[in-house]
Every structure is written in structure tokens, then in C-alpha cells.
Antibody
Framework: EVQLVESGGGLVQPGGCLRL?????????????MDWVRQAPGKGLEWVGR??????????EYAASVRGRFTISRDDSKSSLYLQMNSLNTEDTAVYYC??????????????WGQGTLVTVSS | DIQMTQSPSSLSASVGDRVTITCRAS??????LVWFQQKPGKAPKSLIY???NLQSGVSLRFRGSASGTDFTLTINSLQPEDVATYYC?????????FGGGTRVEI
């Protein structure tokens, strides 16, 4: 059974930083692209970014709203995904979901999801 | 970026009704579109992928279709367990973009 467990959320002041982690199990982590998706309280879903596999040089993609401030990384030896968030502002307050991507050669989308971790940016 | 305009933002229907939700893409996105169902306090669940393919284990009451840049999710014979918010997501181009969501009530 695929399991994704996010951790590291909490309260942080504007301008601060936070690192989220996502532990994966139930599948071969190194074989799959991974995404982060967020959801502000009472709002819709927003795709944050993606990291590809070693075969694609662990390349990344980001939403414009986080590019240059957030960094996605992974440690395949630990089956873990990370989201380093810098220069946080109140608009980054959200539940952050880790997701294992599904799909085929025509395209990939978030398929398996964790339960999410809440990040609150407030003074 | 591809903008996904989803409508309506909310709807109320009766048990047994047929419900239709639409997403319009601002530019061509092929058929790389997925529909999600999200219940309160839960992570989203994929219902339909590649615009019209039903995910394994999902009720046959859910159907997806596409026509050009317009995508439709149809729920046949609405059931109480279908109360949720539904989102479309295009995955044809980066950044991936979601529709604004449709809250379905009974």
C-alpha cells in the first residue's frame, strides 16, 4: 500500500523559512516523479512543483508563485521528499500535500496523496 | 500558463439527478486533464484521467468527456456520498493548473 506522510509544518513568521518532509513507503520511491500541491484554508488547490527521477537529473519545475523561494529535493536512499521554503509570506499559509505522480508517457499528474501538513505564516 | 476556468463554482441537486461540471482551458491542453474529488478534511482523489478514462475502483456514475478546450465531468444519479468539491487539473504543460473547484451539495 502506497503511503505518504508529510511532516515539518507549523507556525513561522513572515520572512522566515521552513523545511517540509515527506516519507514514502509501499513503492519504489526512486522510480517516480514527486509533486507538492498546496491548499490555502477554504481555498482551491495549487500545484507547487515537481521533481523528476535520477534518470532525468532530478530536474525540477515550479509554479511562478514559489519559483526562486522554494526548492524541492529528494533523497532516494531514504525514500524521502523535501520542500525547502524560504522568504515565506502570509500567502504561503496552506496545507501542503506530497504526491506521487501517476500517468504515462503523454503526461503525469498527482495520483497518490499524503494527508497534508499545515504551514501557517503569521506574526 | 494554461488557465482552467471551472463552472459552476457551486451547485445543489437532488439525489438521483445528473450533474454536469465544466472546465475550459485557455489554450489547447490535449486530453491531459484529470478530475479530482475532495471531501472535507481529506486529500483529493482522482476520478478521471486523460479526460475520459475512469480510474480503477471509481463508480461508473462518473464520466469524463472532452471537446476541444472544453472538458466535462458528469455525475449520473447523484448520491449522498458524492457531496464534495470537484477540481479539474491540466497536466499538459508546466505549470500544472487547477480549476477553481465546484462544490456539490444535496
Amino acid at each position: 500500500e502506497v503511503q505518504l506522510v508529510e511532516s515539518g509544518g507549523g507556525l513561522v513568521q513572515p520572512g522566515g523559512c521552513l523545511r517540509l518532509s515527506c516519507g514514502a513507503s509501499g513503492f519504489t520511491f526512486s522510480d517516480h516523479y514527486m509533486d507538492w500541491v498546496r491548499q490555502a484554508p477554504g481555498k482551491g488547490l495549487e500545484w507547487v512543483g515537481r521533481i523528476r527521477t535520477k534518470g532525468y537529473s532530478y530536474s525540477t519545475e515550479y509554479a511562478a508563485s514559489v519559483r526562486g523561494r522554494f526548492t524541492i529535493s529528494r533523497d532516494d536512499s531514504k525514500s524521502s521528499l523535501y520542500l525547502q521554503m524560504n522568504s515565506l509570506n502570509t500567502e504561503d499559509t496552506a496545507v501542503y500535500y506530497c504526491s506521487r505522480v501517476g500517468g504515462d508517457s503523454s503526461g503525469f499528474y498527482p495520483f497518490y496523496w499524503g494527508q497534508g501538513t499545515l504551514v501557517t505564516v503569521s506574526s | 500558463d494554461i488557465q482552467m476556468t471551472q463552472s459552476p463554482s457551486s451547485l445543489s441537486a437532488s439525489v438521483g439527478d445528473r450533474v454536469t461540471i465544466t472546465c475550459r482551458a485557455s489554450q489547447g491542453s490535449g486530453n491531459n486533464l484529470v478530475w479530482f474529488q475532495q471531501k472535507p478534511g481529506k486529500a483529493p482523489k482522482s476520478l478521471i484521467y486523460a479526460a475520459s478514462n475512469l480510474q480503477s475502483g471509481v463508480s461508473l456514475r462518473f464520466r469524463g468527456s472532452a471537446s476541444g478546450t472544453d472538458f466535462t465531468l458528469t455525475i449520473n444519479s447523484l448520491q449522498p456520498e458524492d457531496v464534495a468539491t470537484y477540481y479539474c487539473l491540466q497536466y499538459n504543460a508546466y505549470p500544472l493548473t487547477f480549476g477553481g473547484g465546484t462544490r456539490v451539495e444535496i
